[in-house]
């Protein structure tokens, strides 16, 4: 009994390998066990060489290892490109009527799935549930468990669509179960979930905390890795009231969720870098204007155009900084898909209860990845729309929307209330709203926009520590990261070298730390990252005064693993 | 019952004296008190400009937004506060130059806005440089050499957009002005106005003189269907010794607004935020 | 003499085996060598999507750049290397959607561009959401409800713009697109060609059979005038049970480089940089 | 005999305050003076209040006090809004006939502007030669020396304005000459400058360099402050063979820019804040592509529209983190008029040495002042074009756009040589510039392109340093605050304090620095900068290790002077 399995599924664009790894996390899912699958995909829609990877563990996962347990090739240049990450001995499925192959150093195990698929699915494209059934048999699974699945799959398709590809999953495990090479199957010891978990990426977790969070408004432009945030709310809008836009590009996009904001609805857009770069000046709007709008900014390596379907965690400056002039705002990083749900919650309290934008920085690592996730564990934040009001109150037309106040923040007023008006001002600007070129006024005026900043430090959450006490190495990361620099530090500690972590997922503004241990005295604080220049590593510099002594950075697209970490600490 | 003076702001007016956009102003408001809605129903949105200082001149909601970028923030605006009468105030550059997207794309979506755009065929506040649709050989800022690029025709554009309402007016007809101004508040749907207006300080060829030897009333042409769209684009090509003003063109379109059951019939900025439960959300991912 | 295999690039294909984008790519050098053009005298510039990788898989100088910014990249490659033949390639997301503005002004311009669009009506890259050139009611990823703006009409727009080559083609139709190819690339100015693009993978409405049933040719129209403009404009609109293909509009009008003494005759980026004495350059503040 | 003085000139925008100014300061400077002007302007373009200030001085000057000895009242609410920056005594010009005054605590001194202009310069509009003439009277300047400035200014315009301006210029002269109140006159003392000087503006001076630095394209749009610099180049397009083109955005322009400089030769933009934000992807892809263009970024209060034509110095960090992803890049920020040539022709330089984008940050206050300048102190980098090669070299096709050098830098080879291609791509791309999705490549790629930061930070100037040697108060500096910080140091000195000034002319990649002073022994270091949250400050303390102990900061959108700093250091 192993405690740990993964399983790679490899192909051209378009053979659907997404969908088996998806399938069979989500049947482990339900069997009790903790599935993550991670998508190395190329940017393409046919062809090429992708490769989907799931693990299986029965405690808490959401990195992979880049070691294979089993290799599921639907081609022979997904056995070439992926051979040199299979453990020893490890195996490979993959059909050997449609594949010659010599006998390599991983065991082989030849599966006709294509003949399989056509006699048992009466269809060739169901080949990906033979592989899936066969999979499910190598790992001990219940077949019917996964047969489940794949009824929710495909629900809205044929009843014989169903039953085909039920039959597929059933042949390909039948198959599996009685010619599977000796010793080959892997046994996963039992991980005691008590309640039934979910399966979900980050893409819908982020879409679905917004929703669940009380969007009303989205607008966006299709770019990778976001888009599929987009397609979410789009497919959801009519049923929960949510009025969604495909915008002309990105410039329109978060003018319209500006607009929309001032309008008096919670409003939203998702975008990657390059996306990101145009939305700049628009973020500096709801800057000046006090507009509480929320950014997802999905990263992906750059600059330009980058690698669109690849992971990266270089905006972190960019995000920052983004647009002209000073004025304060949010960044947030949910380090995994459960998080999504609470940072959404948070990221929509803190941009109407302070009236600045919120950045939450995700990537394609967190984005395309599925999660298993305990119900029990997600939290939204209950509603707080701040000082956002609908009924007029006061003197006809006396309303003032900046009017200044002590905490920065002016009471809200919804556009349309009897007798009084709404002015908000992209100009320097009196308290009505309108433009004004007074130095004083200036003054005043920005001191009350930066002057927030303060109060939302005292509310951004602490790091989340974890791992030894009094820590020889610290590993600092931020972000999508989490499982990976987690699991390293377990494994660390389980070497006996004492070593913690600290992990930010809420950015910006920092807060004053307090920590169980004391950074002075730890010889050796590493800064783990997704990029080149070490962006978060040199912020904590500049905040905690402690400079960590090395970084640990990953540029090549590919998501920063455990040992990855461990090989370089 | 709403007054002119209602509509009253104590902002102090930027413009120089003598310019067109007065007229526009004083226009906006006889056409708001005349469809008698008051200052607080009434959200003008606008980017940057001469143009776009008009709405802090008159008292309404507004949002002063970004240069070019006033429709995609009044799309915004509309669309979850359908109550409000939203409408767009923004130069020739701002709507055609920076904005020249958006219009595009506001006139595809035809949601239910109003966009006035001051043309007066030059930047105002930057000081006079070229904009889309500035004359050929014109001398300005940007084009000491005169301006060369094929001036753009809004109205053609518009048209061949398909825009549901689509027509020019004078600043120096308020009669006319407030007449057209009326009927685009009264459309429903994406009603477009390219208003001509002089710019006396850095416009010395456009002026007013220039602009009342050449317009002429549509209206007054009874033979003129606006609804033909092949004789509306070939009337809308006429600029020189004669342009056209009134109603250029109009049609029947399927209003943004139609499309969805959510941006029906509600003004969601107004509804009680229900949250839907997240064990009903997450069902799917059990 | 310039051969096809001449033209041939290492760079492996990403298209998916069946689309559209084949023909185009075969096409183009077909009318390239046809033309004479080596591949060191051509530029191709191209935005992002599956369109716009073309440049890769033919060997030329190339300029891959940002999606929806190939057309602003293209002229400031011409305006200073004008011994170049530069040629745009992009899909309809591109030229329409994110660089819409730049379509707009580079036809105002003028410059002695040509651009290739690869119309599929939908984002292929992205894998499957509504462009503006969408059929209403079709349901892609962005649009789950049916696709509800009115579909942009490239012809119609680029005839308001008064462009001065404007034609439509087919993939499905190597010989006209050829052809086609080669009157826009012997034009001079700013030549547009709309290719209609079966993606098979993401668009199932307008395939290549819907085109072939729809397609007709412009040339065969023995009374078809492309340099009257409101007739090319009404033809322009037709887009349904027929579709016309061929040069739609076409007029004479001054080319961006014959403009200016400088952008008249010179590639400035093979002249020696003489710098001009900064004594000379300051008289005027002295 | 004073060192020092400085004039005030009042009135509603149009009323021609600046060229009153303007005809002032180069008369005087024509005299051997040091004069300097700044703009005190609102954002229309008729009526509302601006002030227009000349300082005039014997030793060189880049700054105004905000006191004034002498103010020229076109309005009277030029009066009003200005009277409390008089200095006592002081004198107000006006033409008491137009306006009644009570006497004020300032001297008044009524010239018949419009009558004069009516009598002597047969216009109204020649109201503003009479006012100048007054003043050059008042301020025992020569008549002669200021009608020929009026000669040049009005060149081109028909001989009879330029005769009735003259006219006008000698009225208001003799006027005030015979009835200016006794004593009222002042009397500067000497300058001893041997040559003549020049009096030139910040962004005709970054105009001027780039042509005279090689510029053969320039595509803009026009934005306060920033548009002077587009319309200079626009006026000598032809006579210097630039290419020149108006953009239909700040999008287009960059990416013309962009494609340019591909194609051949040196390019460039100019823009503000707003401008620049959307600018930003094109930034990212310039280095992605490794193509050298050079922006100008004139600064100007924010966020979003702010104030457009004022001073501020706050994109500092939105240019440094522009852009997504991680790409080497340079931010330059010439102190002065006299500093821009140096600057832009190094910018230009540094961009096509190291295939980079190069960011010159200016401000309202830079662009918009005139300056004197003696023109052996101005300095043009002889031309580098670093690897650009027009020739074909090599084996037919085998040119390789990105060919990995230890240096990073590749060669460049112009489009359209000869059996050669040259091949650029805003994905992550092969040597060849072909698309890649290789993690190798793309690590040896990022490798390559932030590996020219350590090379040019070699190559960095290195601050300024001036001032006490051993100093109690170091006053960190950047870009135009250059004449009030140095003015201070100087004041400071004079009055014992042992204060000296480190002011950063090039910002980034910041070079190791050796200075003729420990900074750890400083006890007073104070960061010195125009806007509110201390960005260069912060900069200087991740470089340097060492935090500045406090910051003078402002943030109103008017100029820092010497005084600001005194009165808080
Ligand atoms: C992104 C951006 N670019 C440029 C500007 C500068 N700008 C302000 S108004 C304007 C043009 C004004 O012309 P128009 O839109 O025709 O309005 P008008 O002043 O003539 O009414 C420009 C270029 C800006 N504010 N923002
Ligand atoms: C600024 C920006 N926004 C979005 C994207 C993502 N993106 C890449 S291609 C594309 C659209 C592709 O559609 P189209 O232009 O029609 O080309 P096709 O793939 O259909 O040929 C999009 C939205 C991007 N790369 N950059
Ligand atoms: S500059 Fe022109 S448009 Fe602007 S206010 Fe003056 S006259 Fe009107
Ligand atoms: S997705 Fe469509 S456009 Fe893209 S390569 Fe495939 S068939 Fe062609
Ligand atoms: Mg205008
Ligand atoms: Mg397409």
Redesign the pocket.
């Known amino acids: 009994m192993i405690n740990d399995a993964e399983i790679g599924i490899a192909g051209a664009a378009g053979q659907g390998m997404q969908t088996i790894a998806f399938t069979l996390g989500k049947t482990f899912a339900c069997a009790g066990y903790f599935s993550y699958t991670y998508h190395d995909i190329m940017s393409r829609i046919r062809g090429g060489s992708n490769l989907s990877v799931l693990r299986i563990k029965n405690t808490p996962v959401s990195s992979i290892s880049y070691h294979l347990d089993l290799l599921v090739a639907l081609d022979f240049e997904g056995i070439l490109k992926n051979k040199n990450i299979i453990k020893k001995p490890g195996l490979i499925i993959y059909d050997g009527e449609k594949i010659k192959l010599e006998r390599g150093e991983a065991g082989l195990f030849s599966v006709p799935l294509e003949r399989l698929a056509l006699e048992a699915g009466k269809d060739k494209v169901t080949v990906n549930s033979v592989a899936t059934g066969a999979v499910v048999a190598l790992l001990n699974g219940e077949v019917a468990a996964c047969c489940e699945v794949i009824r929710e799959l495909f629900a809205g398709k044929s009843e014989e669509v169903i039953a085909n590809n039920i039959n597929a999953v059933k042949s390909g495990f039948e198959y599996a179960k009685k010619n599977m090479p000796a010793g080959a199957g892997l046994q996963i010891k039992p991980a005691n979930l008590a309640a039934k978990s979910l399966f979900i990426n980050g893409s819908d977790a982020l879409a679905l905390a917004a929703i669940a969070s009380g969007l009303k408004f989205y607008a966006g432009y299709p770019m990778s890795p976001s888009t599929a945030v987009m397609e979410y709310v789009a497919a959801k809008a009519n049923s929960f009231k949510i009025i969604y836009e495909q915008a002309e590009d990105e410039i329109a996009a978060i003018n319209m969720v500006v607009g929309a904001a001032y309008s008096g609805v919670r409003a939203m857009t998702a975008t990657s870098g390059g996306g990101f770069a145009l939305m700049t000046?628009g973020i500096s709007l709801a800057g000046m204007t006090e507009t509480p709008v929320v950014i997802v900014l999905t990263q992906r390596p750059g600059p330009a155009t980058g690698f669109p379907t690849r992971t990266e965690q270089a905006d972190l400056n960019m995000a920052l900084y983004s647009g002209h002039g000073e004025f304060a705002k949010v960044i947030l990083a949910p380090g995994t898909a459960a998080e999504c749900f609470i940072i959404i919650s948070r990221a929509f309290n803190l941009a109407e209860k302070y009236q600045v934008p919120v950045i939450v920085l995700t990537d394609q690592c967190l984005n395309d990845s599925s999660y298993t996730l305990k119900f029990s564990d997600l939290e939204i934040e209950p509603v707080n729309r701040g000082q956002l009001g609908f009924v007029p109150a006061g003197e006809p037309y006396t309303y003032q929307r900046y009017s200044l106040k002590e905490t920065g923040v002016s009471p809200r007023l919804v556009p349309g209330c009897e007798k009084q008006v709404v002015c908000e001002d992209s100009d320097e600007h009196t308290e009505a709203g309108h433009i004004s070129e007074s130095a004083e006024l200036r003054k005043l005026m920005v001191q009350k926009r930066l002057g927030k900043l303060k109060a939302i430090a005292a509310e951004i959450r602490p790091p989340a520590y974890s791992g030894a006490n009094e820590p020889e190495i610290l590993l600092v990361s931020w972000g999508s990261t989490f499982g990976a620099v987690k699991e390293a530090v377990e494994l660390l500690n389980e070497k006996g070298v004492k070593a913690a972590m600290l992990h930010f997922s809420e950015i910006w503004p920092l807060p004053e730390l307090e920590l169980p241990c004391n950074l002075a005295q730890i010889k050796n604080i590493i800064a783990v990252e997704g990029n080149a220049t070490g962006q978060f590593g040199a912020l904590f510099s500049v905040h905690t005064g402690v400079t960590p002594h090395k970084s640990i950075l990953r540029f090549d697209g590919r998501p920063i693993t455990a040992e990855y970490i461990i090989t370089k600490v | 019952m709403v007054t002119k003076q209602d509509y009253n702001s104590t902002d102090p007016v930027a413009w120089c004296p003598g310019c067109g956009n007065f007229s526009i102003l004083n226009s906006l408001k006889d056409a708001l008190v005349e469809l008698g809605l008051e200052p607080w129903q009434v959200v003008l949105v606008s980017g940057?400009?001469?143009?776009?200082k008009l709405p802090h001149y008159l008292k309404c909601n507004l949002f002063n937004g970004?240069?070019?970028r006033a429709l995609p923030a009044a799309f915004g605006i509309k669309a979850v506060n359908h109550k409000l009468k939203v409408i767009v105030h923004?130069?020739?550059?701002?709507a055609y130059a920076?904005g020249g997207n958006h219009f595009v794309h506001a006139i595809r979506r035809n949601a239910d806005l109003t966009y006035f755009v001051?043309d007066?065929q030059?930047?105002?506040?930057?000081k006079g440089q070229a904009?889309p649709t500035t004359d050929p050989g014109m001398k300005t800022g940007t084009t000491p050499f005169g301006s060369y690029n094929e001036p753009e025709q809004p109205m053609a554009v518009a048209i061949a957009l398909n825009a549901s309402f689509v027509a020019r007016a004078f600043a120096g007809d308020p009669v006319q002005l407030v007449k057209i101004m009326k009927s685009a508040l009264l459309h429903r749907g994406f009603s477009f106005v390219d208003i001509l207006q002089p710019?006396i300080t850095f416009n010395k060829t456009n002026t007013y003189q220039w602009y009342k030897e050449r317009v002429y009333k549509l209206e007054e042409d009874p033979g003129y269907d606006p609804r033909d769209r092949s004789v509306a684009f070939t009337r809308s090509l006429e600029w020189g010794d004669k342009i056209p003003t009134g109603i250029i063109y109009e049609c029947d379109r399927p209003v943004y607004e139609d499309h969805s059951p959510v941006s029906k019939d509600i003004s969601l900025c107004r509804e009680k935020l229900v949250l839907p439960k997240l064990e009903d959300l997450l069902k799917a991912y059990f």
Chains 1, 4 share one sequence.
Do not use: K, P, V
């Open positions: 000046e | 940057i400009g001469q143009a776009a970004l240069h070019g923004g130069g020739d550059g701002d920076e001051h007066n030059i930047y105002g506040l930057t904009s710019c």
